[in-house]
């Protein structure tokens, strides 16, 4: 390995032949030191300022990068020599070979930003936001893989600059990295450092929506998904979700779910939907059933009411699952119940399941918020929801598991709430809901809970 290094510096050694011998050497940890001590970065970046040819450039950036994965003294040497421009040659290049080194030169800078601090910010000055806009807007998969890893290593620790990815050419950076690698495992670390660890996400959300009209953004959309992913895989973070993303998220749901009503079809759409409106109402929801899972987690009081009132409202404006609607017309001929009636009057909010699952989710969103939280259940009866919701545990084919979130929000709505027991019981069920062919549901006399019984007289009922 001397003499590959003693070749690099010489202005007529065999440079090809050294570059390879340094790239494999620098595979090892042992490799790594030897080299370390021979000068091999010094060298390399030097040779880097003298013009050579492109095709030794990939094998330079790579040498580069095997030198300073994990070793100490290759990483000062780099921060030392000033290896950062490194990226001008690239601005120069196209074509698959340029693809090629650009990803060798992020992977590269990952294993410069493993030094500390010190090295993040160099990079960080000299790459954000110009360059790794210029680079991400041109690049693949391939290479924003290793480009994501950069952004989060060198901001996972400085509130700074997370704050400057929040907006500006930050947010256009995230933008990108969104639309074009959204399965990154880099990028979903980002996504949540930057919008949980500061409370950013409603200014990041702001910062991806369109700027010419009230809709929203497919990198929007795709936001709250990858934070969806992040939290439903990291139970801890959901615990330490803040109230301002709470509240932004209930907001979120009242405002698309209006767009969805003035835009959308009558037909459940697969889900995602792939419509950025529709998706962004779905994530919004999904997002605050997760957020309310732990009990622990912390509701603020002055929007719990209008947060509850809002999913009753949306529940109605579906007017009763199917099943329900032929069980009420085939079982009786007496007005409709306020419900139905309801359903039938004009609603800023969708009357159609927006995807498959909709009404489920809403459901799903009151069940969690109900658990241990007496104001949720209290608010629940007092906007007459106790009927509403009991009329959702039934089985519905475009909201798969609708019945069991029903049950458990009747649980939930009932568990150490006599109150909300006692309504129930005052409830004519057998008229009100036939939740199944074959099944009904009573309160228990003993417990004053509601459950399911067969129902011997549903053949009567039926048409």
């Known amino acids: 390995m001397e003499e590959a290094v003693a070749a690099l510096r010489e202005k007529d050694g065999e440079v090809s032949a050294a570059l390879r011998a340094v790239v494999d050497g620098a595979r090892s940890d042992h490799g790594r030191s030897c080299l370390a001590k021979l000068g091999a970065v010094p060298a390399l970046v030097s040779r880097s300022r003298v013009r050579i040819d492109d095709n030794l450039l990939l094998p330079l950036l790579r040498a580069l990068r095997n030198l300073c994965a994990g070793e100490a003294m290759n990483q000062d040497s780099f921060l030392a020599e000033q290896g950062m421009d490194l990226a001008e040659d690239l601005e120069e290049e196209d074509g698959k070979f340029w693809l090629d080194c650009a990803k060798a030169l992020f992977q590269m800078l990952g ?20 360059i790794l806009l210029d680079l991400a807007c041109v690049s693949t998969k391939e290479v924003l893989e290793p480009l994501s890893m950069v952004v989060y290593t060198c901001s996972r620790a400085s509130p700074e600059r997370r704050l400057q990815l929040a907006r500006g050419k930050g947010s256009r950076l995230l933008a990108i990295l969104l639309r074009d690698s959204p399965s990154s495992e880099w990028l979903s670390l980002l996504v949540e450092a930057v919008c949980l660890k500061d409370e950013h996400l409603p200014l990041v959300f702001a910062s991806l929506g369109p700027s010419s009209t009230s809709a929203f953004s497919s990198e929007q959309a795709i936001l709250l998904g990858v934070l969806y992913s992040v939290l439903d895989e990291n139970q801890g973070a959901v615990a330490a979700m803040p109230w301002k993303s709470m509240e932004f998220l209930a907001d979120t749901i009242e405002q698309s779910a209006m767009l969805v009503a003035a835009t959308f079809m009558d037909k459940a759409l697969p889900w995602p939907t792939g419509f950025p409106i529709a998706d962004v109402l779905g994530f919004s929801l999904l997002l605050t059933r997760l957020a309310t899972t732990h009990d622990d987690v912390q509701l603020d009081e ?3 009411g209008p947060l509850v009132g809002l999913l009753l409202e949306m529940l109605r404006a579906l007017g009763p699952p199917e099943m329900v609607r032929k069980a009420a017309g085939s079982a009786s001929t007496s007005p409709p119940c306020e419900e139905e009636q309801a359903a039938t009057m004009p609603t800023r909010l969708p009357v159609h399941n927006v995807y498959k699952g909709y009404r489920r989710d ?10 241990h939280r007496p104001r949720v259940q209290d608010r629940v009866r007092e906007d007459g929801g106790l009927l509403l919701v009991l009329q959702q545990c039934v089985v519905d ?20 709430n ?9 409830l004519e069920i057998k008229k009100a809901v036939n939740v199944l062919d074959g099944l009904k549901v009573e309160v228990d006399e003993l417990t004053k809970r509601p459950k399911l019984v067969n129902d011997s007289t549903s053949g009567d009922n039926r048409p």
């Open 397 to 416: 084919e475009d909201n798969p598991y609708l019945r069991e979130w029903g049950l458990w929000a009747i649980r939930n709505l009932t568990e150490g």
């Open 362 to 371: 809403i459901v799903s969103v009151i069940a969690n918020m109900s658990f």
């Open 302 to 304: 002055a929007r719990v």
């Open 111 to 130: 294993n410069v930003a493993g030094r500390g601090e010190q090295a993040q910010d160099s990079i960080w000055k000299a790459f954000f936001p110009e």
């Open 418 to 426: 006599e109150r909300n027991v006692q309504e129930l019981a005052n």
